[in-house]
Each structure stands twice: as structure tokens, then as C-alpha cells.
């Protein structure tokens, strides 16, 4: 019974090319967050939703645009592919709010190779 | 802003032997930290978290970690280590008011048989 589960596990595309992770917890969480992880292991928080509403929103690309059609999903599409867009990319959730000290629960990851 | 410096990008230990993995912050507001694992192409687990109160944190698989505040550091410790340790270790600040979770570069423990 996975708390927090993405789709797919792997990726490998070409350049140019669009294409979208996708993630879903089943944990009653408000929050959700996608995050980056390179090829030195360095995780970087890329966006954050609260029960819908972008919250975090650090410097990327235009051409990643997050998607939340409901509390329990947060969906990552990305336009244009780049050979510096290859890392693994991780989902996760938390209960959510910024007065309450909140673990955030991990996703598997995704690892996108781009060609 | 707030950072998170792990200054040992491996560290490499005989089975059975203590173990201390350095993580120290730098913030100029109350602070909760926090220490993930990541084994072999799997997602981060987190293995114990300091909010507030004792200064010694006790987590998972053995692992404690000690809040310094002074010195501004939070190193994890285990007196004994297992092979099963092997890992990509994580220190992690989220600063008070603050969504935002502030990852070091992370730490390769291996463990040598």
C-alpha cells in the first residue's frame, strides 16, 4: 500500500520532446512537492502545492509546469526536453502548513534520461 | 536564507565500527532539522528529525543524532554499523514559518566488510 507512488519509474527520451511524471499520495496530505536530485545526489525543491495553490516556486525553467488537479496528485510536465533536464526526480508530501512541523513522505523517484 | 553544509562527501567504515556523519547549518531564525537516508535507488526515508527539547534525538535503526546550537551543528551518530547501513545519507533544515526543506549534498556511508 504506497503512500507516495509515481509514474513512470523510468524515462528516457529524446531531446525536444514533452513529457510528464506522475505523482500521487494516499495520504490525506495538503501538501506536495517535487524535487530534483543531479548526478552528484544534490536535491533541490522545485515547486510546492498546498491543497491546490502554488506555494514554493524556486528558479526553473518555464518549460517545467506543475499540475494539480486535486489534492492527492501533483503532476510534473515538461516542455522542450534538455540533456541537463537527465536527473531523478522525487514527489513527495506533508501534512502541510508552515506553523506545523510536518515530515515529508518520499515518492520512489523518477529517473528521466535524456538522448 | 538558510543552508546546510555536510562537509564529507563519503565516508567509508568497518562493519561494527561507530560511525559520526557531520551536518552543521547556518540560519538566523529558530530551526527543525532533520536527517533522510536514501539506499540504492530508492526514495528518502527520514530516520529522525529534532523540533524542539531534548538535544539528543534517537531514529531509526539505531541512529541518534545531538542539536548543537552553539556550534550550530546536528551530526548523526551509530556506535555499531551494518552492511544494511550502506547509503546516501541526507541533512535537511526547514526553518520556522517555512514550508521550504534545505537539503545538504548528502553523505555516502559504505561499509566495509
Known amino acids: 500500500d504506497t503512500a507516495v507512488s509515481q509514474t513512470p519509474k523510468y524515462l528516457v527520451t529524446q531531446m525536444g520532446n514533452d513529457k510528464s511524471i506522475k505523482c500521487e499520495q494516499n495520504?490525506?496530505?495538503?501538501?506536495m512537492y517535487w524535487y530534483k536530485q543531479d548526478s552528484k545526489k544534490f536535491l533541490k525543491i522545485m515547486f510546492s502545492y498546498n491543497n491546490k495553490e502554488l506555494i514554493i516556486n524556486e528558479t526553473v525553467p518555464n518549460r517545467f509546469s506543475p499540475k494539480s488537479p486535486d489534492k492527492a496528485h501533483l503532476n510534473l510536465h515538461i516542455n522542450s526536453l534538455e540533456l541537463g533536464d537527465s536527473a531523478v526526480y522525487f514527489c513527495?508530501?506533508?501534512?502541510?502548513?508552515?506553523?506545523?512541523?510536518?515530515?515529508?513522505?518520499f515518492g520512489p523517484g523518477t529517473r528521466l534520461t535524456v538522448l | 536564507a538558510q543552508s546546510v553544509t555536510q562537509l564529507d562527501s563519503q565516508v567509508p567504515v568497518f562493519e561494527e565500527a561507530p560511525v559520526e556523519l557531520r551536518c552543521n547549518y547556518s540560519s538566523s531564525v529558530s530551526v527543525y532539522l532533520f536527517w533522510y537516508v536514501q539506499y540504492p535507488n530508492q526514495g528518502l526515508q527520514l530516520l529522525l528529525k529534532?523540533?524542539?527539547?531534548?538535544?539528543l534525538v534517537k531514529g531509526i535503526n539505531g541512529f541518534e543524532a545531538e542539536f548543537n546550537k552553539s556550534q550550530t551543528s546536528f551530526h548523526l551518530r551509530k556506535p555499531s554499523v551494518h552492511i544494511s547501513d550502506t547509503a546516501e545519507y541526507f541533512c535537511a533544515v526547514r526553518v520556522s514559518g517555512n514550508e521550504k526543506l534545505t537539503f545538504g549534498t548528502g553523505t555516502r556511508l559504505t561499509i566495509i566488510p
Open positions: 513527495a508530501s506533508s501534512p502541510g502548513g508552515t506553523s506545523a512541523i510536518n515530515e515529508q513522505f
Open positions: 495520504l490525506g496530505h495538503d501538501t
Open positions: 529534532y523540533l524542539s527539547g531534548s538535544t
